[in-house]
């Protein structure tokens, strides 16, 4: 295993921590100031366009798409590093890229299992930041950490399927300009084979019997950057045959599929905020003082910094073995490897914010410090794309075959 940079690597780093430092994180208050002036929250700043235009121009877009026809052709080693320093402004960077989720899942899934046509209509502007999608798998009524559970029905009807379901914290779909959903049901409830009976629709926004009904808020925060996570009605919605990703019952697999990138994905960012979390961390432990000295000579305050940055070092060197597993052996070789980083990332994490929050006193919770949205974001990351606990039961029954 040689985790070393290559050099298309090491100049895309370089362009993109530039980027980051004259655009990104200059623009984080302009955003924030923008949004209050909008007529509605969920409308985009033109701050975050003209980041994006600049991103494009400097040829910093589309990284994650491994695909060399659609996107920058990089492996997930070199895309690692590069989605780490983006997850230091997780609710701009990734946007700014055109490297944001659900986009990116959805977009792999319209690569490798769209049609000419699907590829054509929805792909090619997503590729280009034009419209944003979201992916509409999780429900309120049921287990969705199991997806064989979920309810949604998606049935023939002549040259039509009729999409009938409730789906919640669909991420993105507040964002006027999400445009399309990639929404799971079932085509075959009652087939032999739980994981033969989903599939997969591409649901236009404005199709008749769809709904966005409400933004759910995560510990608080409606997460106006992201699009939101809205529950999402679909009342007999009539889509035609054509829409269907791929074959009937397939979309367990699609899913599958789908979900072994965006875990990655997820904790490449995670390390980028938690190297923003121990830069803040230090920045605040040598510029404030109590009880007759600064908070950088405190032991339990070094302490926090040194576990912190430990922490961090086994975690990136887990995330690049993960990457470079499914880059020569594939997702499916490396699924022992993504479950461990699926359940270790988002869990450090939090703590290590935990840490950076104490240490900033009141103002770690305030919005004067982008610390509370991180550790919010980082939480939500235990439950999302399979809760901790799942991943785990996973794991141990894998660890636990090779003695039975």
Known sequence: MDFAFDARTEELRAKLLAFMDEYVHPAEPVAEEQRAQLASPWDTPAVVEELKAEARRQGLWNLFLPDAEYGAGLTNLQYAPLAEITGRSPHLAPTATNCAAPDTGNMEVLAQFGNEQQRKQWLEPLLAGEIRSAFAMTEPEVASSDATNI????????????????????????????????????????????????????????TPGVTVKRAMQVFGYEDHSHGGHAEVVFDQARVPVANLIGEEGGGFAIAQARLGPGRIHHCMRLIGMAERAIELMCRRAVGRTAFGKALAQQGVVQNWIADARVTVEQLRLLVLKTAWLMDTVGNKGAHAEIQAIKIATPRAVVGILDRAIQLHGAGGVSQDFPLAELYASARTLMLADGPDEVHQRSLARRELKKYL
């Open 151 to 206: 309810t949604t029905h998606i049935e023939r009807d002549g040259d039509d399927y009729v999409i009938t379901g409730r789906k919640w914290y669909i991420s993105g779909a507040m964002n006027p300009d999400c445009k399309i959903f990639i929404v799971m049901g079932k085509t075959d409830p009652d087939g032999a084979d739980i994981r033969r009976q989903q599939s997969m629709i591409l649901v236009p926004r404005d």
